[in-house]
Every structure is written in C-alpha cells, then in structure tokens.
T-cell receptor, first 115, second 114 residues
C-alpha cells in the first residue's frame, strides 16, 4: 500500500519555467489537497479537491493550477515559476463522512527551488 | 476564516520530562483537531486527533485536551524520548467536504535532550 506518492522529490527551475508536480493516492480518498511549507509559516493550503472534476482555491492559490480528472491523481501546475514559489510542497488525501473529517495522509514532499 | 495560533515555536526538554504544546483557534464551528509530527525530510504524520464532542483523548504517552469554551487545545507528551524530537503541528477544520480544509498552526520544534 503506497499511500500518497509525490514526484519529483527535488526540482530546480529557472524563473519563468513551468512544471507539474505529480501526486497520486491509492486509498480511494475523495479529498485531496496541496500545501506549501515555508520556514516559520506552517503549512498553507494552495488548492484542494473534494472529488473528481471538482477543485477549489485555498489560502495561497496565485501562480498555481490544478485539475482532478481521476480519483487517484491531483497534479499541481506552476504556470511561470517565480523565486517566491521556492518551497516544499506537500500533497495530502483523506476521506470524510458527513460533517466530520478524518486523518489526512501526506506525501513525502517535493522540494522546489526557483532561481 | 479559521485562524490557528500555536505556542511555543521551540521547546527543549530533558529526556523523561513532559512537553506541552498549546493551540488556540478562532472558528467556533471547528469540530476536528488533529496533531501531526514531522520528522526531518518527511511529510507530516498524524499522531493523535480529537473531535469536538470529546474533552480528552489519550494514546500511550500522548494525550490531547480540548476546551471548546476557551477555543484551545493542547498536546501533552509524557516521559519524552529522543525520538520524540521533531516539529509538531496542530490543525483545525470544520467538517467534511470543502469544510474539511485543515488550517495549521505554524509548528513547534521539540528537542529532547538525552
């Protein structure tokens, strides 16, 4: 059981380049999300999805796009990388019963540096 | 929206001592409060969680208490061990679906000295 898998683990981009961070889960969770982690800032929500075909913005969505064509995959796209997007990115998945949340499982993270 | 404050930002204890980390939240509708442990180079991992209909929950050396009236919850680690050294995050959410977004505190770096 792989859980949540993120690729790549490390990436260096030049300013203005685009790329896609991959996230896949094998737990049939309907809820998936992307966070960025910066020193002293905790984890901030970028985008989330409550099911295939449904996505919405989180706290810090600017500069990022997402799509959810299948339950398993939730890629995060950087349209035109900027140094301010240098961060560690985490993907998470969970399921929820009506009105109640459950454990969120996190991937191992992608460390992105934009130069 | 929800805001979660976490204190202290760093905590150093001697092995065998207890450690307490405190969080406050702003949204009285929040009903789920998990605690995550993050080791260096890894993703956060759930260590314990509590729902709003419970005041306290314990799992071996770890316990969480919740005070809904004061809107704060705390993590208690007893008999600390060097392997407890990590960054700990509290979080809060309102419920399922789009309400289930976890809002995190800024984290506490716990160091346990042998």
């Amino acid at each position: 059981n792989a859980g949540v898998t993120q690729t790549p683990k490390f990436q260096v981009l030049k300013t203005g380049q685009s790329m896609t961070l991959q996230c896949a889960q094998d737990m049939n969770h309907e809820y998936m999300s992307w966070y960025r982690q910066d020193p002293g800032m905790g984890l901030r929500l970028i985008h989330y999805s409550v099911g295939a075909g449904i996505t919405d913005q989180g706290e810090v969505p600017n500069g990022y796009n997402v799509s959810r064509s299948t339950t398993e995959d939730f890629p995060l796209r950087l349209l035109s990388a900027a140094p301010s997007q240098t961060s560690v990115y985490f993907c998470a998945s969970s399921y929820s019963t009506a009105g109640s949340n459950t454990e969120a499982f996190f991937g191992q993270g992608t460390r992105l540096t934009v130069v | 929206g929800e805001n979660v404050e976490q204190h202290p930002s760093t905590l150093s204890v001697q092995e065998g001592d207890s450690a307490v980390i405190k969080c406050t939240y702003s949204d009285s509708a929040s009903n789920y409060f998990p605690w995550y442990k993050q080791e260096l180079g890894k993703g956060p991992q759930l260590i314990i969680d509590i729902r709003s209909n419970v005041g306290e929950k314990k799992d071996q050396r770890i316990a969480v208490t919740l005070n809904k009236t004061a809107k704060h919850f705390s993590l208690h680690i007893t008999e600390t061990q060097p392997e407890d050294s990590a960054v700990y995050f509290c979080a809060a959410s309102r419920g399922g679906g789009s309400q289930g977004n976890l809002i995190f505190g800024k984290g506490t770096k716990l160091s346990v000295k042998p």
